[in-house]
């Protein structure tokens, strides 16, 4: 029998979906309820809802089985007490489960690695650390992940679950603000094939002048940036500091020549990044 897969779920309470898309035919439901719309009508709407998340739950069913350690990592972020710890003072940021990566991504970001031979993996912002124990499965035995962490608490909690996978012996965790630590990484003339950034939204574009200017990024190597879709506010109308910040990074980006991008909208949009010199074909760059 074949391993369970950490489903989508259809979201218990529906406040604010990151497809701004489903927030709106949420809306849309209430409102042909409230008016007295056909039931037919109702209908309509309704199947339009249930189209987003079918195409969701099939595309993670036609996706490979994350590792029983990954599946842990999910499960324990979604049952803990976030918001009683963050009361308590025990951590810096109201830090929130939709903040994980999770299954599709993480699967995909396996993928990444996987298939340019990556050796060494640079994280900005590792949260419960699911999508740095993804990269690190999929590195060889002498790979290695450096993530990168705001949040001290963080470091404690995911250890254990770290410790639990024979490949967390590959992944090193840098405590502090992700923008300090890079430059240090820089000062120690590292290089990284793959950089997952993930921290702060806000500072993505100084992120990535450190990654070009100061040589993290190896030859050959690729940048994948999470939240490219910021939950629609790059496309619709920003509303918080977050929002604006994702906007200007893409903006900023696209006008950079140095490198090719593609945004791809799996989850709340990943963009990938290369130098342009690396996507030619060997002697075209010549
Ligand atoms: C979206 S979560 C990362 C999710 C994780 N990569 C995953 O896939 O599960 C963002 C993380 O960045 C951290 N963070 C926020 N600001 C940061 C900063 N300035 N430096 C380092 N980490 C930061 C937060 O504490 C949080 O854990």
Redesign the pocket.
């Known amino acids: 029998m074949s391993e369970p897969k950490q489903m989508a779920q259809q979201p218990a309470s529906r406040g604010r979906h990151r497809d701004p898309m489903v927030t709106k035919l949420w809306e849309l439901q209430d409102k042909l309820k409230s008016t007295g719309a056909t039931d037919e009508i109702q209908k309509t709407s309704d199947d339009a809802l249930d189209l987003f998340f079918k195409r969701e739950h099939y595309c993670e069913d036609h996706t490979s089985p994350a590792s029983p350690e990954l599946q842990q990592i999910n499960q324990m972020t979604l049952i803990h007490p976030w918001d009683d710890l963050h009361e308590q003072g025990k951590t810096?940021?109201n830090?929130r489960p939709g903040?994980?990566?999770?299954f599709l991504?993480?699967q995909f970001l396996q993928f990444l690695v996987s298939m340019s031979n990556a050796k060494r993996v640079l994280?900005?912002?590792?949260?419960?650390?699911?999508?740095?124990l993804a990269c690190a499965e999929a590195l060889p035995d002498d790979g290695e992940v450096i993530t990168?962490?705001?949040?001290p608490y963080?470091e404690t909690l995911v250890k254990e679950y770290f410790y639990k996978s024979v490949h967390g012996r590959k992944i090193s965790i840098r405590i502090?603000?992700?923008?300090e630590?890079i430059n240090k990484l820089a000062d120690d003339k590292q290089s990284f094939d793959i950089i997952?950034l993930?921290?702060?939204k806000d500072?993505y574009w100084e992120y990535y002048q450190v990654i070009m200017d100061r040589g993290l990024l190896a030859p050959r190597g690729t940048i994948v940036v999470?939240?490219a879709l910021f939950q629609g506010q790059v496309y619709c109308e920003t509303k918080d500091k977050m929002g604006e910040g994702m906007k200007a990074f893409n903006e900023n980006l696209s006008r950079d020549t140095r490198v090719k991008t593609v945004l791809v909208p799996i989850r709340d949009g990943v963009r990938l990044i290369r130098r342009i010199e690396d996507m030619l074909a060997k002697g075209q760059a010549d």
């Open positions: 810096i940021l830090l903040m994980m990566s999770g991504e993480g994280e900005l912002g590792m949260y419960t650390g699911y999508s740095a990168c962490e705001l949040d963080l502090g603000p992700a923008l630590t997952f993930d921290a702060n500072q999470d939240n």
